[in-house]
């Protein structure tokens, strides 16, 4: 028998990423529309665990779909991975009579609310934001394209510095154990190598690479690298060994950082995320729960959120090839 859902609450957990504020408004506004009573819980499971919960209506989320960051605001939550924690919050719920989450962010806010759900018997939706993108069971997660868009733009900008000087230039962008954010600003920013975690290159073939470009009378390039690459110890050092075995190359090294998350998000993210926000107060009144709302083949589709959590997402191998193509 399916429980009757009549108040739900959305949160917004671990990093945070463009879009949140636009998933936030889906989810108020078609709680309203089914004639729900919609809650915001501030600060992620902390928030929940010490009752910061608001009633909230329609117009409390005008105006904030072009926002970056979050209105609720998000927070990592140690006492949340405690069972101590995690019955605090389910007290909180029911205090307010709230009857199904909605958790907005990435594996670490999904795999405590798969734990809550199980022992609770609670029904929780995930909605995927995080500009790594490394979600199983979404193609695109909330916030990548507008991270993307804002590290392509950098590295549009060093460009033309790394051009009037004939440097090689080293731009870190984030993904730490992803590398869906370098491959594509990388391929976007025309970049001569792209060094991601999932795919170790070498620092040898690294160098025989940009000795090549220079070769072929490129007297400047670009390497785009995740934070998570492991070619060297960090991208300073990388640099480093670099410019040492390849004299005539003059290197720099720029680290893009948390304005990637930062920023308006593009009108893809703000789609996304009221699609998905929609559907997942659809989905809560189907009975469904344990289960991410995702996007795939440009529809709407649920994963467990088991599946979201262990399976990992792989990189394109098409978009490795075309990086291959397009550096020659």
């Known amino acids: 028998?399916?429980?009757?859902?009549?108040?739900?609450?959305?949160?917004?957990?671990?990093?945070?990423s463009p879009g949140m504020n636009a998933a936030i408004r889906a989810v108020i506004r078609t709680a309203v529309f089914y004639k729900l009573d919609?809650?915001?819980?501030?600060?992620?499971?902390?928030?929940?665990?010490?009752?910061?919960i608001e009633r909230f209506t329609a117009r409390d989320v005008s105006n904030i779909i072009n926002r970056g960051g979050t209105i609720l605001k998000t927070a990592r939550s140690k006492e949340f991975r405690t069972v101590e924690g995690r019955k605090k919050a389910y007290e909180q719920l029911k205090k307010h009579d709230i009857d199904a989450l909605v958790v907005i962010g990435g594996d670490g806010s999904f795999t405590g609310a798969q734990i809550f759900s199980k022992e609770f018997d609670f029904p929780v939706i995930?909605?995927?934001?995080?500009?790594?993108?490394?979600?199983?069971?979404?193609?695109?997660?909330?916030g990548f394209d507008t991270a993307s868009n804002?590290?392509?733009?950098?590295?549009?900008?060093?460009?033309?510095?790394?051009?009037?000087?004939?440097?090689?230039?080293?731009?870190?962008?984030?993904?730490r154990n992803a590398g869906f954010l370098a491959l594509y600003s990388g391929i976007a920013g025309g970049a001569e190598e792209i060094l991601i975690p999932e795919e170790n290159i070498g620092i040898d073939r690294l160098v025989e690479s940009l000795r090549r470009s220079k070769?072929?009378?490129?007297?400047?390039?670009?390497?785009?690298?995740?934070e998570g690459d492991k070619t060297g110890k960090n991208?300073?050092?990388?640099?480093?060994?670099?410019?040492?075995?390849?004299?005539?190359?003059?290197?720099?090294?720029?680290?893009?950082g948390h304005i990637q998350r930062g920023g308006c998000p593009t009108t893809f993210d703000r789609v996304l995320a009221s699609r998905l926000g929609v559907r997942a107060v659809e989905v809560l009144l189907d009975g469904e729960s344990d289960v991410m709302v995702g996007f795939r083949n440009n529809t709407?589709?649920?994963?467990?959120?088991?599946e979201a959590i262990k399976l990992k997402r792989e990189i394109n191998k098409e978009l490795l090839a075309i990086v291959d193509i397009l550096t020659t």
Not at 40 to 49: A, E, S, V
Not at 126 to 142: E, H, K, L, M, Q
Not at 150 to 174: Q, Y
Not at 240 to 256: D, G, T
């Open 1 to 16: 028998m399916k429980k009757q859902i009549k108040k739900i609450a959305v949160m917004t957990s671990g990093g945070d």
């Open 38 to 52: 919609p809650y915001g819980i501030y600060r992620g499971y902390q928030g929940l665990i010490e009752g910061d």
């Open 126 to 142: 995930g909605i995927p934001a995080t500009i790594d993108n490394d979600i199983f069971g979404t193609d695109f997660s909330i």
């Open 150 to 175: 804002t590290a392509t733009e950098a590295i549009d900008k060093i460009r033309d510095t790394a051009s009037s000087h004939d440097r090689l230039f080293f731009i870190e962008v984030m993904g």
């Open 215 to 226: 070769r072929a009378g490129k007297t400047s390039s670009i390497v785009v690298v995740a």
């Open 235 to 256: 991208v300073f050092e990388l640099a480093e060994y670099v410019e040492e075995n390849l004299k005539e190359y003059e290197s720099r090294v720029v680290i893009v």
């Open 300 to 306: 709407v589709e649920v994963t467990p959120l088991e």
